[in-house]
């Protein structure tokens, strides 16, 4: 079976200042995770995806994250905020080969950005 | 047109009511998918269409009912709604059908029954 955590529903943090939304997830087979953001009136846009490739992600908007198997997590990061960063993030595993019904989106993380 | 359109992009129906949300993709994708995003709760994969063909469906009420004449379109034909249906409709597509392939999704519609 498959899961995923956003373990914080709400982070802030400060323009200027790192970024860090936190997922963990649980899987059956081995899983491709993905980050979605969303800006309010607007669908979903990915961020950036893994694929049992490099570990280490590079998203656009300057946005990373890190695949740890030891840990089951995939946290998403960037180094300094922006306003234009404040949205709706949402984490995905996708854990089947051949079957999109085994996609689960996290239940998301609202990033405010203070001035 | 580039990327994923939806339309309309708001609807406010009554519990009789039939109408159609649309989807058209300008990708040249294989898949194309419905989701439903309610408020607090995680979205909801509805139905998926690959190569035309519907592969899956997921316990959805038969209110709803898909439609995908093509590659690049998707329709969601909507009747005798239930308030509880009101929500944001999201449409994506992808390149193929399975676990590696990124989805594209469009602004969504967003539909109050009232």
């Known amino acids: 079976a498959q899961s995923v ?87 995905v595993v996708s854990a089947h080969p051949s079957s999109a019904s085994k996609i689960i989106f996290g239940s998301g993380t609202r990033l405010s950005i203070r001035p | 047109e580039t990327g994923v359109t939806q339309t309309p992009r708001h609807l406010v129906m009554g519990m009789t009511n039939k109408k159609s949300l649309k989807c058209e993709q300008h990708l040249g994708h294989n898949a194309m998918y419905w989701y439903k995003q309610s408020a607090k709760k995680p979205l909801e994969l509805m139905f998926v269409y690959s190569l035309e063909e519907r592969v899956e469906n997921n316990s959805v009420p038969s209110r709803f009912s898909p439609e995908c004449p093509n590659s690049s379109h998707l329709f969601l034909h909507l009747h005798t709604l239930q308030p509880e249906d009101s929500a944001l409709y999201l449409c994506a597509s992808s390149q193929g059908y399975g676990q590696s392939y990124e989805q594209y999704f469009g602004p969504g519609t967003r539909l109050t029954v009232t």
């Not at chain 1, 669908?43 to 740890?68: C, D, H, M, P, R």
Request: hydrophobic share 35%.
């Open chain 1, 5 to 91: 955590t956003q373990l914080d529903s709400h982070v802030s943090v400060s323009e200027g200042t790192p970024v860090l939304l936190r997922c963990n997830y649980s899987s059956s087979y081995s899983p491709s995770l993905f980050w979605y953001v969303q800006h309010p009136n607007k669908g979903l846009q990915l961020l950036l995806k893994y694929t049992s490739a490099a570990t280490l992600v590079k998203g656009i908007n300057g946005f990373e994250a890190e695949f740890k198997k030891s840990e089951t997590s995939f946290h998403l990061t960037k180094p300094s905020a922006h306003m234009s960063d404040a949205a709706e993030y949402f984490c």
